[in-house]
């Protein structure tokens, strides 16, 4: 069973940065794509980055274009998201997610099998 456990989370305020990273419990991890969902207050959760796991894929909605960065050391299982500029429009628990088989467009929340637990973003302006 893949564990997938976020870190980084935390309250800052509106311009500063912060650095989420999720790494798997397992060896010999190698899924078809990492991604970052994110869910607001009252709002559903909904994609904010991917990375394919074994090709140069980077995918990211686009109020986060520019802002924000995925990124992955397969050495150590890890994923990350580089968040910079944030704004309160950013507040949000953040979800990482692992797929283990091909993923037709790494964007929707069904093609992910593995869910971390999430942490949580806030951003005061």
């Known amino acids: 069973q893949v564990q997938l456990v976020e870190s980084g989370g935390g309250s800052v305020q509106a311009g500063d940065s912060l650095r989420l990273s999720c790494a798997a419990s397992v060896r010999n991890f190698s899924p078809y794509a990492m991604g970052w969902f994110r869910q607001g207050p009252g709002k559903e959760r909904v994609f904010v980055a991917a990375i394919a796991w074994t090709a140069d894929r980077t995918y990211y909605t686009d109020p986060v274009k520019g802002r924000f960065t995925i990124s992955r050391d397969n050495a150590k299982n890890t994923v990350y998201l580089q968040m910079d500029s944030l704004e309160p429009e950013d507040t949000a628990v953040y979800y990482c997610?692992?797929?283990?088989?091909?993923?037709?467009?790494?964007?929707?929340?069904?093609?992910?099998?593995?869910w971390g637990q999430g942490t949580q973003v806030t951003v005061s302006s």
């Open positions: 997610a692992a797929g283990a088989h091909h993923m037709a467009t790494m964007r929707t929340r069904f093609e992910y099998d593995y």
